[in-house]
């Protein structure tokens, strides 16, 4: 069964920052980066359950699951009885991602279907 996918707003406010800064590192480069992690993130559809369960005890109750995408971490959700991942948030490994998680800058939003 392929799994449909949907990006909260919060991850595509973070995917516009991964753009932003990306073309400032590299003004008229591709979008190399970019283009690497959507096409990770794709790959959910096939395989929901390629990432890693989380180590949070509150956000393993969620279902909540995370795949490293080139230098960025995806934080996931799959609902079986729907066929859905949905991605929560997309963050930059510098980042203090666990410490974002812990505080709970995953809650629900509106999710959208890309």
Same mark, same amino acid.
């Given at each position: 069964?392929?799994?449909?996918?949907?990006?909260?707003?919060?991850?595509?406010?973070?995917?516009?920052?991964?753009?932003? $800064?990306?073309?400032?590192?590299?003004?008229?480069?591709?979008?190399? #980066?970019?283009?690497?992690?959507?096409?990770?993130?794709?790959? !959910? #559809?096939?395989?929901?359950? !390629?990432?890693?369960?989380?180590?949070?005890?509150?956000?393993? $109750?969620?279902? #909540?699951? $995370?795949?490293? #995408?080139?230098?960025?971490?995806? !934080? $996931?959700?799959?609902?079986?009885?729907?066929?859905?991942?949905?991605?929560?948030?997309? !963050?930059?490994?510098?980042?203090?991602?666990?410490?974002?998680?812990?505080?709970?800058?995953?809650?629900?939003?509106?999710?959208?279907?890309?």
């Amino acid at each position: 069964m392929k799994y449909k996918l949907f990006y909260t707003l919060a991850a595509f406010k973070d995917l516009e920052e991964i753009k932003v $800064y990306s073309l400032a590192a590299n003004p008229g480069g591709p979008l190399d #980066c970019i283009q690497a992690i959507l096409s990770k993130l794709d790959s !959910l #559809c096939e395989f929901p359950f !390629l990432g890693n369960a989380v180590s949070n005890p509150t956000l393993q $109750y969620a279902n #909540c699951r $995370y795949l490293v #995408c080139e230098k960025h971490v995806a !934080l $996931y959700q799959v609902d079986e009885s729907i066929g859905s991942v949905f991605i929560l948030r997309v !963050l930059s490994h510098f980042q203090d991602w666990k410490r974002i998680l812990d505080k709970g800058q995953t809650e629900q939003e509106e999710k959208i279907p890309l």
